[in-house]
């Protein structure tokens, strides 16, 4: 019975990227724990920028400052 | 002291339903647990169809597909 | 596909209590909504006393003062 | 590690005050467990009065009655 | 800024297959959503047999039957 | 209404440190959105390290290589 929330900035994900994440997160869970993907559910929460806060300040206010959540 | 957060599916729940499930589960913590209604809460949270994965698939796939949630 | 989380004081729960919760939450949730019970999972969190503050103070400090969360 | 989450009725937080809360509770909580603020993250999820219950009913329904959560 | 819970009932997870949850999801959603895997942070709770409810009944109960949750 | 949760790592968090958050946060929100502290409930749940992954890595394994989440 595992229950998986993703918490994450929104900021443009599409419906091919969710689907994405919830089918390789399934298949990672089910595979790791051998759970029953019929007891698996995956819940995406997409958060506006200011309304997540990192290290003391709104994401909104550092995507103004130019600094990205981007892998480098 | 409980706190009671229920996340489900949008599709169409009436302002109706939503104060029934508020009574009910409220109701039934506090009688079963007695604990005093003023200190309990209920959260009610609507996750958009192509938010939610189960067994690997969107929900808004499984809903095109002609696959529902509906108690059989 | 519903799922619910119960967020409660750890004060004495029996087995049975839960057991009622989880049967009576998922009853009410699967005829108000007619959702497929296969689909519901609730989930229930028991908090130490420490761990949960009301109004300020750590619900220890108030069950020292004798102020209980009991239904009146 | 601290991920901090907020849910509050929505009632008109403006961005400024959500700026507030993010970097007074980013200090409170680096400064108290001495923690890294890099490693700290501040989610606020503001609820729609119809889905937030308090004492078996709606905020909604209690707002129309006259009855709010103001500081006395 | 992705923040992923992993809600699991508590039935013998070893720190190895933690290991690999947290690896797995962490590539995954980095890659999929092109984000640092510094601002990404994975947390595992898992809750008692008592504790989670399923279709009605505790898991305890439903594994005392012989039903499990494993992979068919 | 607002209800906060602290998920923070599990380290060595004293009782009058958790009293010390949830009273600088219960007055900080209560203040800045003007809310009633007898609406507001804060709840602090601590994390096994080997239950939080930070950049693909449990934190147990990462304090093992002396790499802390200490403010600098």
Chains 1, 2, 3, 4, 5, 6 share one sequence.
């Not at 994405?20 to 029953?36: A, P």
Request: no cysteine.
């Amino acid at each position: 019975m595992p229950y998986i929330k993703i918490e994450v900035t929104r900021e443009g994900i599409s419906r091919e990227q969710k689907q994405t994440l919830i089918k390789g997160i399934t298949d990672l869970i089910t595979d790791v724990l051998n759970k029953d993907p019929q007891l698996t559910h995956v819940v995406i929460q997409e958060v506006d920028l200011d309304d997540w806060g990192y290290a003391g300040e709104q994401v909104s206010v550092l995507r103004e400052k130019g600094i990205t959540a981007d892998k480098k």
